[in-house]
């Protein structure tokens, strides 16, 4: 009984449940990546920042697509609003990595941290009844 109750939470929560374990990997590699070229000061933060993200939107994309919501038909324009999605959490991060490293002199990476949580939850809305979205035929 009690497994047939987590059975049952997990359908109604799968793809929440597995946009988080994929947005958690893919949050890894962006935060390695941006950590990495901070660290070595390859390039200014705000730039790592650009370069971290899309690595981590092309990932995403690729697994949200295939594993999680497994759509497979207009995946270029299912693309195109993910990555405009991808690009409003860059757009996010980036406001907030600017004001809290250049204006309140907080460290780079923690701030970083603090990005990634408050564009995932915006990001999975979106992409959820957005991208993602059945299109009845």
């Given at each position: 009984?009690?497994?047939?109750?987590?059975?049952?939470?997990?359908?109604?929560?799968?793809?929440?449940?597995?946009?988080?374990?994929?947005?958690?990997?893919?949050?890894?590699?962006?935060?390695?990546?941006?950590?990495?070229?901070?660290?070595?000061?390859?390039?200014?933060?705000?730039?790592?920042?650009?370069?971290?993200?899309?690595?981590?939107?092309?990932?995403?994309?690729?697994?949200?697509?295939?594993?999680?919501?497994?759509?497979?038909?207009?995946?270029?324009?299912?693309?195109?609003?993910?990555?405009?999605?991808?690009?409003t959490g860059l757009g996010i991060?980036?406001?907030?990595?600017?004001?809290?490293?250049?204006?309140?002199?907080?460290?780079?990476?923690?701030c970083k941290l603090i990005t990634?949580?408050?564009?995932?939850?915006?990001?999975?809305?979106?992409?959820?009844?957005?991208?993602?979205?059945?299109?009845?035929?």
């Open positions: 009984m009690i497994t047939d109750s987590i059975k049952a939470l997990y359908y109604r929560f799968r793809h929440l449940i597995l946009y988080g374990i994929i947005g958690g990997l893919c949050s890894g590699l962006d935060f390695v990546v941006y950590s990495l070229l901070c660290h070595y000061e390859v390039i200014p933060y705000l730039w790592a920042n650009v370069i971290s993200i899309h690595i981590g939107i092309f990932t995403s994309f690729a697994l949200n697509r295939s594993v999680n919501f497994k759509v497979k038909d207009k995946t270029s324009r299912r693309f195109l609003t993910f990555y405009i999605v991808g690009l991060s980036t406001l907030l990595l600017w004001i809290m490293v250049d204006t309140a002199h907080w460290n780079e990476i923690l990634i949580i408050a564009v995932a939850l915006v990001q999975f809305i979106l992409n959820k009844y957005i991208t993602f979205k059945t299109i009845n035929r």
